[in-house]
């Protein structure tokens, strides 16, 4: 049976050995016979470099590399892991995707992105935002010693996290007319993304839908497409049924 697989929003770090095991047994098992996984973004909690990669994103880029063999793995950049490049990428058989790609999945056209452009109504980080994506400033950003780089995104994270306290539920969902405007540009029927941890599956107008693929914060979250049927489910950490 053809079945694709998507998964978002794993924020992998070295001090939560327990998401990392529960994304190694996905792929040794779970994930072994679809036709494709997509990453849509924030696979790591933080990316400061591909030269600064931690052991553990060292070991998994092995295990990607050798899950790459049988199935192509793509990969959207994130909010936190922006900054993985190519040597990254290439280290771990993953493909890059722009932040907006167009696909026809069975037959469906579909777009697939990590989902915080959608945020419009975040301004501040939208500003943010445009600013990180300026090529001088990524260039800049890669110059800088190791150190320095590491200080910034850990500042920068500090200064996520309390932002994020303070606002509200709407400011950090998408905002609909933003969904509309990609839909209508790409003349997609089906919109899948992660960013804001709230799986589920909404339904449009004109028979489109909406889908947000959750964290992997208390258990794993796996969107599996077929050409027959739609399932976006949880994975309790220990269990390896996709």
Known sequence: MNYTLFVGDLHLS???PDILNAFHQFLNQDASHCDALYILGDLFEVWVGDDIAEP??????????AFSAHTPIYFIHGNRDFLLGKEYAKRSGMTLLPEVYSIDLYGEPSVLLHGDSLCTLDKA????RRFRNMAWAKFIYNHLPKSKRIAIADKLRSKSK???QL??????DVEQSAVEQLMAETGAKRMIHGHTHR?????LANNAERIVVGDWYEQGSVLKISPKEVNLHSLPFGETEA
Do not use: G, T, V
Request: net charge positive; glycine share 0%; proline share 3%.
């Open 125 to 128: 980080y939208q500003r943010f």
């Open 56 to 65: 553990f994103a060292l070991e998994l880029a092995e295990r990607l590399k």
């Open 199 to 203: 799986p589920d599956i909404h339904r």
């Open 14 to 16: 070295a001090d939560r």
């Open 162 to 164: 309390q932002s994020n």
């Open 167 to 172: 606002k509200s539920y709407s400011i950090m």
